[in-house]
Nanobody, 129 residues
């Protein structure tokens, strides 16, 4: 059973930075399609970034337009951990951030939440202006 545990959220002022972590248990992160999603109160869940990184697959990383140039996803295979570096944070980035994983490769664009079979419980990010 694949389990995901997020951490790194917190409160920060606009313009600040945070780095989120998602530790994967039960499976090697190397062969998983991974994603970061977020959900703010009263808003629909949205994909932030989805990414494949595997020697046997074409690397596909897709960011939401709203975070391009500000957020960067990376993975540390040795630590079985996915990261999300968030810079120049805005109040609109306030949300619960959730990590997700699936065995199948990512889609060409953003891979939808519903297609991920494994999901974490999330870590809260609050950006004050």
């Amino acid at each position: 059973q694949v389990q995901l545990v997020e951490s790194g959220g917190g409160s920060v002022q606009a313009g600040g930075s945070l780095r989120l972590s998602c530790v994967v248990f039960g499976y090697s992160i190397e062969t998983l399609c991974m994603g970061w999603f977020r959900q703010a109160p009263g808003k629909e869940r949205e994909a932030v970034v989805t990414t494949d990184s595997n020697a046997d697959r074409t690397t596909k990383t897709t960011y939401a337009e709203s975070v391009k140039g500000r957020f960067t996803v990376s993975r540390d295979n040795a630590k079985n951990t996915l990261y999300l570096q968030m810079n120049t944070l805005e109040s609109g980035d306030t949300a619960m951030y959730l990590c997700a994983a699936r065995y199948a490769s990512c889609w060409g664009g953003l891979t939808e939440w519903e297609s991920f079979g494994f999901r974490g419980r999330g870590t809260q990010v609050t950006v004050s202006s």
